[in-house]
Protein backbone atom coordinates (compact mmCIF):
# COMPACT_ATOMS: atom_id res chain seq x y z
CA UNK A 1 0.00 0.00 0.00
CA UNK A 2 1.41 3.17 -0.76
CA UNK A 3 0.73 6.82 0.84
CA UNK A 4 -2.22 7.92 -1.14
CA UNK A 5 -3.69 4.24 -0.54
CA UNK A 6 -2.82 4.70 2.83
CA UNK A 7 -4.30 8.33 3.27
CA UNK A 8 -7.26 7.50 0.92
CA UNK A 9 -8.87 5.28 3.48
CA UNK A 10 -10.67 7.88 5.25
CA UNK A 11 -12.77 9.21 2.33
CA UNK A 12 -13.60 5.34 0.93
CA UNK A 13 -14.81 4.66 4.56
CA UNK A 14 -17.02 7.71 4.58
CA UNK A 15 -18.48 7.34 0.79
CA UNK A 16 -19.27 3.40 2.44
CA UNK A 17 -21.14 5.13 5.89
CA UNK A 18 -22.82 7.50 3.80
CA UNK A 19 -23.74 5.05 1.32
CA UNK A 20 -24.73 2.51 4.67
CA UNK A 21 -27.14 5.41 5.65
CA UNK A 22 -28.58 6.10 2.30
CA UNK A 23 -29.58 2.37 2.30
CA UNK A 24 -30.94 2.26 5.95
CA UNK A 25 -32.95 5.22 4.62
CA UNK A 26 -34.78 3.37 2.33
CA UNK A 27 -35.05 0.41 4.22
CA UNK A 28 -36.79 2.84 7.01
CA UNK A 29 -39.17 3.98 4.20
CA UNK A 30 -40.28 0.82 3.21
CA UNK A 31 -40.30 -0.81 6.88
CA UNK A 32 -43.32 0.78 8.21
CA UNK A 33 -44.85 1.97 5.22
CA UNK A 34 -48.49 1.22 3.76
CA UNK A 35 -47.21 -0.41 0.73
CA UNK A 36 -46.52 -3.03 2.80
CA UNK A 37 -49.76 -3.93 3.64
CA UNK A 38 -52.42 -5.53 1.41
CA UNK A 39 -56.30 -4.04 1.94
CA UNK A 40 -57.44 -5.55 -0.85
CA UNK A 41 -57.25 -9.11 0.54
CA UNK A 42 -58.60 -10.49 3.51
CA UNK A 43 -55.79 -11.76 6.17
CA UNK A 44 -56.53 -14.75 8.40
CA UNK A 45 -52.93 -15.13 9.36
CA UNK A 46 -51.64 -12.02 11.27
CA UNK A 47 -48.58 -13.43 12.68
CA UNK A 48 -47.40 -13.75 8.82
CA UNK A 49 -47.59 -9.91 8.79
CA UNK A 50 -46.11 -8.94 12.37
CA UNK A 51 -43.24 -11.66 11.31
CA UNK A 52 -42.38 -9.70 8.37
CA UNK A 53 -42.32 -6.29 10.45
CA UNK A 54 -40.43 -7.79 12.91
CA UNK A 55 -37.65 -9.22 10.42
CA UNK A 56 -37.44 -5.57 9.05
CA UNK A 57 -37.15 -3.82 12.61
CA UNK A 58 -34.37 -6.38 13.02
CA UNK A 59 -32.74 -5.28 9.73
CA UNK A 60 -32.71 -2.01 10.62
CA UNK A 61 -31.27 -2.53 13.79
CA UNK A 62 -28.86 -4.30 12.65
CA UNK A 63 -27.72 -1.92 9.99
CA UNK A 64 -27.76 1.09 12.61
CA UNK A 65 -25.24 -0.58 14.45
CA UNK A 66 -22.79 -1.31 11.64
CA UNK A 67 -22.96 1.91 10.85
CA UNK A 68 -22.10 2.90 14.53
CA UNK A 69 -19.83 0.57 14.10
CA UNK A 70 -18.02 1.63 10.43
CA UNK A 71 -18.10 5.24 12.40
CA UNK A 72 -16.23 4.57 15.59
CA UNK A 73 -13.68 3.06 12.87
CA UNK A 74 -13.49 6.11 10.62
CA UNK A 75 -13.21 8.25 13.79
CA UNK A 76 -10.31 6.02 15.06
CA UNK A 77 -8.35 5.93 11.48
CA UNK A 78 -8.86 9.58 11.25
CA UNK A 79 -7.13 10.46 14.40
CA UNK A 80 -4.35 7.68 13.76
CA UNK A 81 -3.83 9.42 10.18
CA UNK A 82 -4.26 13.09 11.46
CA UNK A 83 -1.56 12.26 14.14
CA UNK A 84 0.93 11.32 11.59
CA UNK A 85 0.63 13.79 9.19
CA UNK A 86 0.93 16.86 11.69
CA UNK A 87 4.26 14.59 12.94
CA UNK A 88 5.74 15.76 9.16
CA UNK A 89 8.45 18.46 9.81
CA UNK A 90 7.13 20.48 6.83
CA UNK A 91 4.24 23.12 7.63
CA UNK A 92 3.00 22.81 3.55
CA UNK A 93 3.13 19.15 3.90
CA UNK A 94 1.05 19.30 6.96
CA UNK A 95 -1.86 21.21 5.34
CA UNK A 96 -1.61 20.32 1.92
CA UNK A 97 -2.16 16.57 3.04
CA UNK A 98 -4.65 17.35 5.61
CA UNK A 99 -7.11 19.21 3.51
CA UNK A 100 -6.99 16.72 1.00
CA UNK A 101 -7.06 13.39 2.86
CA UNK A 102 -8.47 14.56 6.42
CA UNK A 103 -10.82 17.48 4.95
CA UNK A 104 -11.22 15.46 1.89
CA UNK A 105 -10.81 18.59 -0.08
CA UNK A 106 -10.36 18.78 -3.90
CA UNK A 107 -7.16 20.70 -5.69
CA UNK A 108 -9.08 23.30 -6.63
CA UNK A 109 -10.41 24.37 -3.18
CA UNK A 110 -7.28 23.30 -1.44
CA UNK A 111 -5.29 25.98 -4.05
CA UNK A 112 -7.83 28.63 -3.20
CA UNK A 113 -7.14 28.45 0.83
CA UNK A 114 -3.86 28.65 0.78
CA UNK A 115 -3.18 30.89 -1.72
CA UNK A 116 -1.15 29.06 -4.14
CA UNK A 117 -1.05 28.24 -7.68
CA UNK A 118 -3.08 25.10 -9.01
CA UNK A 119 0.05 23.42 -10.25
CA UNK A 120 2.30 24.36 -7.27
CA UNK A 121 -0.37 22.61 -5.30
CA UNK A 122 -0.11 19.21 -7.45
CA UNK A 123 3.21 19.33 -6.97
CA UNK A 124 3.77 20.25 -3.49
CA UNK A 125 1.23 17.27 -2.93
CA UNK A 126 2.96 15.13 -5.09
CA UNK A 127 6.22 16.16 -2.49
CA UNK A 128 4.47 15.58 0.39
CA UNK A 129 2.88 11.99 -0.33
CA UNK A 130 6.92 11.41 -0.96
CA UNK A 131 7.77 12.66 1.73
CA UNK A 132 4.94 10.68 3.97
CA UNK A 133 5.64 7.64 2.58
CA UNK A 134 9.43 7.49 3.18
CA UNK A 135 8.76 8.75 7.01
CA UNK A 136 5.54 6.10 7.56
CA UNK A 137 6.90 3.55 4.99
CA UNK A 138 7.37 0.98 7.80
CA UNK A 139 3.63 1.92 9.65
CA UNK A 140 1.83 1.26 5.77
CA UNK A 141 3.62 -2.00 5.78
CA UNK A 142 2.26 -3.23 9.12
CA UNK A 143 -1.00 -1.07 9.20
CA UNK A 144 -3.91 -3.49 7.78
CA UNK A 145 -7.32 -2.30 7.27
CA UNK A 146 -9.47 -2.97 10.21
CA UNK A 147 -11.50 -6.05 8.77
CA UNK A 148 -15.59 -5.40 9.46
CA UNK A 149 -18.44 -7.18 8.91
CA UNK A 150 -19.98 -4.58 6.83
CA UNK A 151 -16.86 -5.58 4.35
CA UNK A 152 -18.00 -9.09 4.17
CA UNK A 153 -21.84 -8.58 3.54
CA UNK A 154 -23.75 -6.26 3.11
CA UNK A 155 -27.51 -6.19 3.04
Known amino acids: MNAKEYLEQIESLSIRIEQMENRLECLRETAGGAA ?3 YDKINVQVSVQADAIERNVLKLIEMEE ?3 TEKVRLESMRNMITEQIQHLDDDRYVKILFKRYVECKKFYVIHEEMGYDYDYVRV ?3 EALGYFEVIYKNAMLDYKIPHTISQEKSL
Open 36 to 38: AIR
Open 66 to 68: KIF
Open 124 to 126: LHG
